[in-house]
């Protein structure tokens, strides 16, 4: 079993939908929480990162981490077609967060 | 743009070869990563240089290994390749501590 685990989709959405992407993980060690996106042959760029469990919102991106169910989202809002890319969550132990753990990534798909 | 910088963009090599990619830091970052990441997989950590030492490293057997050179630029050699080898090759550079990693849009290594 993998230590993170994200449905690899492809997840197909109108345009101006909500959309909500998840990660389960395993390792209750894991403490940063980052989601990056990352467009075909381009490298991941971050979105967002929290620390804990909470909540945090960045113009339409809204992250969300659940420490006791090890779960945790990304919420889009009024979806893009230039939302479309493949949205990966990351895990890091500590906040010298270079040692990420990835999930396999999602792939979205907004139609105009 | 990232500022982060890889070469080659692509590389064709054969079972049994040696090779060596590269990497160039954004400004100011003395931190490079190293991420292999396999098609529709989320990048899997390799290692990770700080002052032109290994400061970390992810389950990779050792004939990958790195070099950090003093303008913080990084080198990733890879020995014996294999076919399982053939991955987009993914460099991040950062401060040690914190978690913002900036990517460069990677090397696509094919083993034949």
């Known amino acids: 079993q993998k230590e993170v685990e994200q449905d690899p989709g492809p997840l197909s959405v109108p345009e101006g939908a909500i959309v909500s992407l998840n990660c389960t993980y395993s390792?209750?060690?894991?403490?940063?929480f980052m989601w990056y996106r990352q467009y075909s042959r381009k490298g991941p760029e971050l979105l967002m990162y929290t620390y804990s469990s909470g909540n945090k919102e960045d113009g339409r991106f809204t992250a969300q981490v659940d420490k006791s169910s090890k779960y945790i989202s990304l919420f889009i809002r009024d979806s893009q077609p230039s939302d479309s890319a493949t949205y990966l969550c990351a895990m890091s132990y500590n906040n010298a967060g270079n040692m990420l753990t990835f999930g396999g990534g999602t792939r979205l798909m907004v139609k105009p | 743009e990232t500022g982060v910088t890889q070469s080659p963009t692509h590389l064709i090599k054969t079972r049994g070869q040696q090779v060596t990619l590269r990497c160039s830091s954004q400004?100011?970052?003395?931190?490079v990563s190293w991420y292999q990441q396999a098609l529709g997989q989320g990048p899997q950590f390799i290692f990770q240089y700080y002052r032109e030492e290994e400061n970390g490293r992810g389950n990779f057997p050792p004939r990958f290994s790195g070099l950090q050179f003093p303008n913080y630029s990084s080198e990733l050699n890879v020995n014996a390749l294999e076919l399982d080898d053939s991955a987009l090759y993914l460099c991040?550079?950062?401060?040690?501590?914190?978690?913002?990693?900036?990517f460069g849009p990677g090397t696509r290594l094919t083993v034949t």
């Open positions: 390792n209750s060690a894991f403490q940063y």
């Open positions: 400004s100011g970052h003395n931190t």
């Open positions: 991040a550079s950062s401060l040690l501590t914190g978690l913002e990693q900036y």
